[in-house]
């Protein structure tokens, strides 16, 4: 599975962004696709999920409220829009998959990562 993450960028404190991420390659019947950031020096921390069907999401207590996990499983691609952008959300952030059908926050569940997109927040 190849994952292209894309539409970081620099925006100012309360701004908004859409991430996106489209998947190519081996297809799995049941799987999950979630949203994870770094910042450097710091442990890679969970955003979002959501389930192969965009029936079951969940979210980090500091995106709940501001960001919103989708997808379009006819472009294979998943989307995370992020408003009310705070400077404490600035890092890179990664799309992964996990070939289950339980979501989860645990990175160790995911096998497949994109490459990252960096997203700045000034103050």
């Known amino acids: 599975v190849q994952l292209q993450a894309s539409g970081g960028g620099l925006v100012q404190a309360g701004g908004s962004l859409r991430l996106s991420c489209a998947a190519s390659?081996?297809?799995?019947?049941?799987?999950?696709m979630a949203w994870f950031r770094q910042v450097p020096g710091q442990e890679r921390e969970f955003v979002a999920v959501?389930?192969?069907?965009?029936?079951?999401?969940d979210y980090a207590d500091s995106a709940k409220g501001r960001f919103t996990i989708s997808s379009d499983n006819a472009k294979n691609t998943v989307y995370l829009q992020m408003n009310s952008l705070k400077p404490e959300d600035t890092a890179v952030y990664y799309c992964a998959v996990s070939p289950t059908a339980q979501i989860t926050m645990n990175e160790r569940a995911y096998l497949y990562w994109g490459q990252g997109t960096q997203v700045t927040v000034s103050s």
């Open positions: 390659g081996r297809t799995f019947s049941r799987y999950s």
């Open positions: 959501i389930s192969w069907s965009g029936s079951n999401k």
